[in-house]
């Protein structure tokens, strides 16, 4: 669930010059009853030949007692010709008084070095070499997916992931579009489906199609930009939304919440 979570947050920058765009998008999450969940903390650079992306995670109030969660997830990658090409992904979570690290490192050939501590108790379908050969991480996949849509206006796009531990693919297509309060134009809205294909306990289903969510993107800074204003989805917790909270970047600074 988080690993979808972290990545859904992600948006695209446009290049102006040598100097890198950036972006700051801070979320807040609630579940369940009107429950706030969790804080979610999104920085985003891009120049015409980087990208990086950094996104942190902390469970708020009552949640702690149940999760107790903070994690913090980076990515960095190359663009050339539009395509975005992972290099490196690093996470660390801290969740109900355990530490978890990911590491994935990707070769110029497409082949995926990744390294997950501790390893996963229970029995999982497992991941091999040829699977995981000319993925993505999960950060990078969003990413993606926001150019996608600022380029072509459409959200149709599939692609295969690998976060370190799990092996799927997302598949994204549209949905009609959406007023939402506080927003004066309709909102594109996207829809997400990840099928899982390895690294998940067999008992959870193992290869069925699952966690099914709502994307929201609006144009709210310069540069055909498209930012992710709302998202829902679903996961074995229940379902969750997440909203926008707070924007910056080196146009605008706005707060739609508190």
Same mark, same amino acid.
């Given at each position: 669930?988080?690993?979808?979570? /972290? ?23 609630? @579940? ?8 979610? #903390?999104?920085?985003?650079? #891009? ?10 995670? %902390? ?17 960095? @990658? ?52 040829? #699977? ?6 999960? /950060? ?33 297509g549209d949905l009609p579009a ?26 959870? @289903?193992?290869? #069925? ?22 998202? %829902?989805?679903?996961?074995?917790? @229940?379902?969750?939304?997440?909203? /926008? ?7 605008? %600074?706005?707060?739609?919440? %508190?």
């Amino acid at each position: 669930m988080l690993s979808v979570l /972290l990545a859904l947050t992600l948006c695209g920058a446009s290049a102006r010059g040598v100097e890198p765009d950036w972006i700051f998008l801070r979320f807040e999450v609630f @579940g369940g009853p009107g429950l706030h969940f969790l804080t979610l #903390q999104v920085r985003v650079q #891009q120049s015409p030949e980087r990208y990086s992306l950094t996104v942190e995670a %902390e469970t708020l109030g009552i949640a702690e007692l149940f999760v107790d969660l903070r994690s913090k997830a980076e990515a960095r @990658g190359s663009i050339s010709d539009g395509v975005l090409h992972p290099e490196a992904m690093r996470s660390e979570t801290h969740r109900r008084g355990a530490d978890f690290h990911t590491r994935i490192d990707y070769g110029a050939n497409g082949a995926v070095v990744a390294e997950a501590t501790p390893p996963l108790t229970g029995v999982v379908t497992p991941v091999s070499p040829a #699977q995981v050969r000319g993925t993505v991480d999960h /950060l990078t996949a969003y990413l993606v997916l926001a150019r996608h849509l600022a380029a072509r206006g459409s959200c149709t796009l599939g692609l295969a992931v690998f976060d370190g531990r799990r092996r799927y693919d997302l598949s994204f297509g549209d949905l009609p579009a959406e007023a939402l309060p506080g927003f004066p134009d309709r909102i594109r809205v996207c829809g997400m489906r990840r099928r899982r294909i390895a690294g998940f306990p067999i008992e959870q @289903g193992g290869d #069925q199609p699952s966690d099914e969510g709502k994307l929201w993107f609006a144009r709210l800074v310069p540069g055909g930009v498209m930012i992710p204003v709302r998202m %829902e989805f679903g996961s074995e917790f @229940g379902r969750f939304v997440a909203t /926008l909270a707070e924007l910056r970047s080196r146009w605008v %600074e706005r707060r739609f919440t %508190e």
